[in-house]
């Protein structure tokens, strides 16, 4: 799916076999937002990925990861919110995680990432 510069809303996108795991894209005034939920490991880490790279290439501005339904996050969930970071930086652009549950966000703070992304909520 190409995405132009517009407003959108991009229908979940659920991993087969691995459970809630699932990742979609909305857009609403320039904002660019992928709500997560489940699990962020090695099997959906390419989902999130997937839904990152679409609203980076979708337009301008910050994106924000909404972590709120996210149960758990490895390294390789980890290394693809960085992935995202880098690739939005030298744009200008940044990377929010917003409303990490407390396992959640004790990776984010153990691993160091939450010294380099914004992390609200």
Request: glycine share 12%; net charge negative; proline share 5%.
């Amino acid at each position: 799916m190409e995405l132009q510069g517009q407003d959108f809303d991009q229908q979940p996108r659920t991993t087969p076999g691995c459970g809630v795991e699932q990742f979609h894209l909305v857009g609403l005034n320039g904002t660019r937002m992928v709500v997560a939920a489940g699990q962020i490991d090695m099997a959906s880490a390419p989902g999130l990925w997937e839904a990152l790279s679409q609203a980076i290439a979708a337009g301008q501005g910050d994106v924000t990861v909404d972590l709120s339904g996210v149960t758990f996050i490895d390294s390789q969930g980890l290394s693809v919110l960085l992935r995202a970071y880098k690739a939005l930086s030298p744009e200008g652009r940044g990377l929010c995680l917003r409303s990490p549950r407390p396992q959640v966000r004790q990776a984010l703070e153990v691993s160091g990432v939450a010294s380099v992304l914004t992390v609200d909520g």
